[in-house]
């Protein structure tokens, strides 16, 4: 009797601690790790005067420089907004940021920590007498195992004052197109894509393969991390009738795409590609999000597995599931 009690209480305290420690392992609810703030001086006599923005960076938490890495995250990239009677009036200038390989991207990125500041050369045209300054900041936060997508905000300050608000991101725009269902067995509707050379394809090119749909993102360090295991799986069981769909969808998520933002991303997405040894058919982003909203795709990694009749299997967590499913699939 007393070796049942002592093993109900040895199972239930078991049971609290990994209850405990699986809410640990929960990233919060849209997880905020920086906190700007934007400062700005009276113009002098010249017109000009330095505009100060400040990250301040949750412990354990880095912020990437405004420096492109091949390969590597989305940098921190800071603009004025249109129509404001200002401009930039030269470099950008910020403290040395620190170098270090980066196992979410496996490259060397430059990272900040703690606070910065960065000092914006700013010019008011002639004829304009702004009272206020509005700055787009577009940047990417990340810790050692755990990166958050891009994020646009918007801060204005007043010249005359030394407090500064931070204003939304614009709001995200729907996409159209019916919804496809997931439920087991249902038949993927054909949908076009253009691919990374530029050429129109359709779906149903591969009807009679099995096709894995790889939604990904250049900024999304755990799609960068299934790569190494979804090569050896491609080279496995291409033979036997296994197609890969790279969709790359580096605006899922955001709220305001601007263009320059998704030629600089796209890039880096061909680069992943190019340096990888990535060898699959890849969507462009423009033709992959609207397929992505179709499939209710809102995070990434994502990867729907299709059969040889172009009918929905299963969505694929872990890259580790696919060969226990592939050996059924693949042999019908």
Not at 146 to 151: D, N, R
């Amino acid at each position: 009797m007393l070796r049942r009690r002592l093993l109900t209480v040895v199972l239930l305290a078991a049971s609290c601690f990994l209850s405990i420690e699986a809410r640990a392992q929960e990233p919060e609810a849209a997880p905020d790790p920086v906190k700007w703030s934007l400062k700005a001086a009276p113009p002098d006599a010249a017109r000009t005067t330095i505009v100060e923005l400040t990250a301040q960076i949750q412990t354990g938490w880095h912020l990437y420089s405004t420096e492109r890495i091949e390969g590597g995250p989305s940098p921190t990239r800071i603009t004025l907004i249109a129509n404001q009677g200002l401009e930039i009036s030269g470099e950008i200038d910020s403290p040395a940021p620190h170098s270090a390989y980066d196992p979410n991207f496996q490259v060397a990125t430059e990272s900040y920590v703690g606070s910065v500041t960065f000092k914006i050369p700013v010019k008011t045209l002639a004829g304009t007498n702004p009272e206020k300054i509005k700055v787009q900041v577009r940047y990417q936060t990340c810790t050692s195992t755990i990166c958050l997508p891009p994020k646009l905000l918007e801060l204005e300050a007043s010249f005359n004052s030394a407090e500064s608000k931070t204003a939304g991101p614009a709001p995200a725009t729907e996409a159209a197109g019916k919804s496809i269902s997931l439920a087991a067995g249902a038949v993927i509707p054909d949908f076009d894509f253009t691919d990374f050379a530029g050429k129109v394809r359709r779906f149903s090119e591969f009807r009679g393969s099995v096709v894995l749909l790889d939604f990904w993102a250049s900024w999304c360090s755990p799609c960068l991390a299934d790569i190494p295991d979804l090569k050896k799986v491609y080279l496995k069981f291409q033979v036997q009738g296994l197609e890969i769909l790279g969709m790359n969808s580096e605006g899922l998520g955001q709220s305001d795409n601007d263009p320059a933002f998704l030629k600089e991303a796209q890039l880096r997405a061909r680069e992943i590609v190019r340096t990888r040894g990535v060898n699959w058919p890849q969507s462009a982003n423009e033709t992959s999000l609207p397929v992505a909203v179709r499939f209710g795709i809102e995070n990434l990694p994502a990867k729907i597995l299709i059969d040889r009749e172009g009918r929905f299997v299963a969505r694929i967590s872990k890259v580790s599931e696919l060969e226990a499913l592939l050996n059924t699939l693949l042999k019908q």
